[in-house]
Structures are given as C-alpha cells and as structure tokens.
C-alpha cells in the first residue's frame, strides 16, 4: 500500500499517512478550492487502510482552521476510520485559546465511535 505525503499549502494541510505506522496525519490550514477533490484519495487510501490496517492507528489532526467543506470531509475521514480493526485513536490538536477548535473535536468525539484526546498546545 503507497503512503501519502503531501506538502501542506497556505490553503490545505500537510498530510502524512503511513500504513505500516498506522499513522495518519493533517497539520496546518484546510481551506481548499474544492475539498471533495483534496480529500478524495485520502478518503480512497483509508478504505484501502481498513482492509488491513496496522494493530494501533493514530490519527494526528492539528488544523489551525478548516472550512465547512472540509469539516464535512473529516467527518466521512473519521467514519471510514470506523471500520478499521484494532485500537484507533484521534489526537486532537487545539490552541489553548481555541475555544472553536476545541468545540469542533468535542463534536467529533460526540459523532464518531472512535476515543479522540484532546491535546492543548501552546499558542504560538
């Protein structure tokens, strides 16, 4: 199974998904043209991952922000994760005065039948 590594934008985020690792992650800014387009292969590449996936998968989501389009694609993201045998867990990244982003993975965590943690860092 190829992994994914794309170069984060001023406008997508960074992405790292290692199959052998069990290690998907979204760092930075996720406000694309067109999301549906941006997150069709990582959509694709976890339906591949949770045929056979890796015994721990941790999901590392640190987004500064996201638009609605793109909230709508990590929810289907989160419920493709779903179905992945073994232990998955979301790492859930906030800013200690993110209040908004906190809230985001709190709903998340609410929808999704997957353990998220919800992880402050500092603010930069």
Not at 6 to 33: C, D, M, Q, Y
Not at 58 to 80: A, G, I, M, P, W
Not at 88 to 114: C, N, P, R, T
Request: aromatic share 10%.
């Amino acid at each position: 199974m190829q992994d994914i590594e794309i170069p984060g934008t001023n406008k997508t985020p960074a992405v790292r998904f290692i199959a052998s690792r069990g290690l998907l992650e979204l760092k930075g800014r996720s406000i694309p043209e067109n999301s549906i387009d941006f997150f069709k292969s990582l959509l694709a590449w976890t339906e591949e991952y949770a045929a056979n996936p890796s015994p721990d998968t941790v999901v590392h989501v640190q987004l500064e922000y996201f638009n609605t389009s793109s909230s709508k694609c990590l929810l289907d993201l989160f419920k493709r994760l779903e179905a992945v045998k073994g232990r998955v867990e979301v790492h859930w990244y906030y800013e200690q005065d993110d209040e908004d982003m906190l809230e985001a993975g709190e709903d998340y965590e609410a929808i999704i039948s997957i353990p998220f943690k919800m992880i402050e860092v500092e603010t930069a």
